[in-house]
């Protein structure tokens, strides 16, 4: 079974701090997925990642999939409150007739206060 | 491009009931996932189809869960005889096969009192 570890659960910071969030797994995937979910709503898609190594910007978003493809982490620079939510990493791993069957992380809780 | 819809946004039934929930993907999508999310987890995957082929079912999907895409456009999950363990939020998604990005949608939140 695929399991992935996201770190911290919880994490509390006040405007303008940055941050880092981690994505691990024993396992290898075929791309890693960050998606954000507000309360009661489904997860929203940030990024995807796909080669080992790559690092994506998203305005003050940073992603980055780990060489072996095993771990990523998200780094937000200057948090704002509009950053308040449940972030999810996701791995792909590909299923039967080419779909993509996605392994989600147990989510970090991010507040951001004023 | 209007989005991931599913119906109904929230459900309350008694134990013992049968519930269905219904999903439109985004036009053209042909990948259609259904995930289940436990309050405090990530969601975690139950099925997938291809056009209105079933291809690949968890094993948290028990014989009181079926799932049907009958013309390969909207999705429905029907719950049999529901228990109090299946209270979650239902999700759906979709995607194009191009490099199989998933679109969520709202979800369903049923609670099974």
């Known amino acids: 079974t695929q399991l992935l570890e996201q770190s911290p659960q919880f994490l509390s910071i006040q405007e303008g701090e940055n941050l880092t969030v981690y994505c691990n797994s024993s396992s290898v995937f075929s791309s890693l997925q960050w998606y954000r979910q507000e309360p009661g709503e489904g997860p929203v898609l940030l990024v995807t990642?796909?080669?080992?190594?790559e690092v994506k910007k998203l305005k003050r978003l940073t992603f980055q999939f780990g060489d072996a493809r095993k771990d990523s982490s998200l780094h937000i620079t200057a948090a704002q409150p509009g950053d308040t939510g449940l972030y999810l990493c996701a791995g792909g791993g590909w299923i039967t007739g080419g779909g993509n069957k996605l392994t989600f992380g147990t989510g970090t809780q991010l507040k951001v206060e004023l | 491009d209007t989005g991931v819809s599913q119906d109904p946004r929230h459900k309350i039934t008694k134990r013992g009931q049968n519930v269905t929930f219904r999903c439109d993907p985004i036009?053209?999508?042909?990948?259609l996932y259904w995930y289940r999310q436990t309050l405090g987890q990530g969601p975690e995957f139950l099925t997938y189809f291809q056009n209105e082929a079933q291809l690949e079912k968890s094993r948290l999907l028990s014989d009181r869960f079926s799932a049907e895409r009958p013309k390969g456009s909207f999705s429905t999950l029907e719950i049999q005889r529901t228990e109090q363990g299946d209270s979650a939020m239902y999700l759906c998604a979709s995607s194009t096969g191009i490099g199989d990005t998933q679109y969520f949608g709202p979800g369903t939140r049923l609670t099974v009192l």
């Open positions: 036009s053209e999508h042909n990948r």
């Open positions: 990642v796909v080669t080992g190594g």
